[in-house]
């Protein structure tokens, strides 16, 4: 009847008889068979086509769907999925929903994912930076079974509340390994403890599963490394003898969040202030720094001008005597004015290369070592912080010295082009004094 009614439907059948493909007309009494459904016949003939980007399990009993559920508190057995997983379940009459986990009755309306809650959640990255687990012990990301929302305390989702409950009291420890086949959590906090993960407890409440995974939201919001030692180091405390994992975190964490939500205020005023002395103690730094480009600029500028203004005095006190147009022709022809001249260029080019070099170069190590000492020193501040502290307290300064090198150049290789060809400069003012005249 099954069979006349799936090909009415549209239903793909591949029926087996003893491991073989058969009909079932030739079933005899003492055969094994095995019913094989055509999926996309079944999605279709199931109207739940808009299921094709979700990994998708089909349940034709709630029995059916319990003994798969419980399966998945052995963590070496756990289902994995990609990105989302819809449960269809038949004959149940409620629905829960989480960010990548949702469960419904096979002909109701499916309820959407938290999407929200989704960052609330650690990240893979998160996850191993803290918890150490192989890919042995557990197969899937243990946030991808968190439930938030939906009817959470119905008996139908026993199963999964028990299951979200596990993977988040996993994400609670140092790390999970195995010890003679039986998985084990691992607490290295004020009080080391090995303990099992499932003991004889049954599935939580909802209020005890959103408790936990309250509390695996506060610890990966922010500062995760922090938040998770206070955690653990509260349920390394309050453990005893007879505890699992499941029974230690259904004790004792909501007075292990209160305490730790306690303790990291005091932490975060801790950091704060070492934040600000340090912040303080890199803008002085700074402030050093502005400083010595601010003297590099001067002793640029105050060097160059005594320069120019000490060969304008050597030239000045030399022409005195020949202030007239015959004797300044007569200059001209002297071989030693001309090379007095050409070394004086040359002493310019000279002097604006080296000084420029030497307080340009003396900047740049003396900014390295500024940025090293910096790094090295500071705890609380992230790199960017001190970087941009750096650069917004140096560079107008560092342009400053950039503007005054450049001009400092200018000024120097125009005199030194100047007194290179002083014979051609000489020239012109006679013949623009005589033709004046």
Do not use: C
């Not at 959470?152 to 086949?181: K, M, N």
């Amino acid at each position: 009847m099954f069979l006349e009614q799936a090909g009415e439907a549209g239903l793909l059948t591949a029926p087996r008889i003893n491991d073989e493909p058969g009909d079932a007309d030739d079933l005899s009494p003492g055969d094994t068979w095995s019913l094989s459904l055509g999926k996309s016949s079944l999605i279709q003939v199931l109207a739940v086509a808009g299921l094709a980007d979700d990994t998708t399990l089909l349940f034709l009993s709630a029995a059916n769907f319990q003994e798969w559920a419980d399966r998945q508190l052995i963590l070496a057995e756990g289902f994995s999925w990609t990105g989302q997983l819809t449960i269809l379940i038949d004959g149940i009459d409620a629905s829960v929903a989480g960010p990548n986990l949702r469960a419904a009755a096979l002909t109701a309306e499916l309820p959407p994912f938290d999407i929200e809650a989704r960052t609330a959640f650690p990240s893979r990255d998160q996850l191993t930076s803290l918890v150490y687990f192989s890919s042995s012990v557990s197969r899937r990301r243990l946030t991808d079974s968190a439930l938030t929302q939906g009817d959470l305390g119905s008996e139908w989702f026993t199963p999964l509340r028990h299951w979200a409950e596990v993977d988040a009291a996993e994400l609670l420890t140092h790390e999970i390994a195995v010890r003679d086949s039986a998985p084990i959590g691992i607490l290295r906090g004020a009080r080391r403890a090995e303990l099992s993960i499932v003991g004889t407890e049954g599935a939580p409440t909802a209020k005890a599963l959103r408790n936990i995974q309250a509390t695996v939201r506060w610890v990966f919001a922010e500062h995760a490394e922090a938040r998770h030692a206070l955690i653990v180091d509260r349920l390394g405390l309050e453990h005893i003898s007879s505890d699992s994992l499941l029974s230690l975190t259904r004790r004792a964490i909501k007075g292990a969040l209160e305490e730790a939500r306690d303790r990291y205020r005091l932490f975060v005023l801790e950091k704060k202030d070492s934040a600000s002395k340090e912040l303080r103690d890199v803008l002085k730094d700074v402030r050093t720094q502005a400083d010595l480009y601010s003297s590099k600029v001067r002793d640029l500028v105050s060097n160059s001008l005594r320069d120019v203004l000490a060969s304008l005095l050597l030239i000045g006190l030399g022409l005195i005597g020949r202030l007239d147009a015959g004797k300044l022709a007569e200059l001209l022809k002297s071989p030693a004015v001309d090379a007095f001249a050409r070394l004086l260029a040359i002493y310019f080019v000279l002097s604006a290369i080296i000084q420029i070099t030497v307080q340009g170069r003396d900047m740049a190590l003396t900014r390295k070592e500024l940025l090293r000492w910096l790094q090295a020193a500071r705890s609380q501040l992230p790199s960017d912080a001190i970087k941009s502290a750096v650069d917004d307290g140096v560079t107008p300064r560092r342009n400053t010295f950039i503007a005054a090198a450049v001009t400092v150049a200018i000024m120097n290789g125009g005199l030194a082009v100047s007194l290179y060809h002083w014979k051609d400069l000489l020239q012109w003012i006679l013949n623009s004094s005589q033709g004046g005249s």
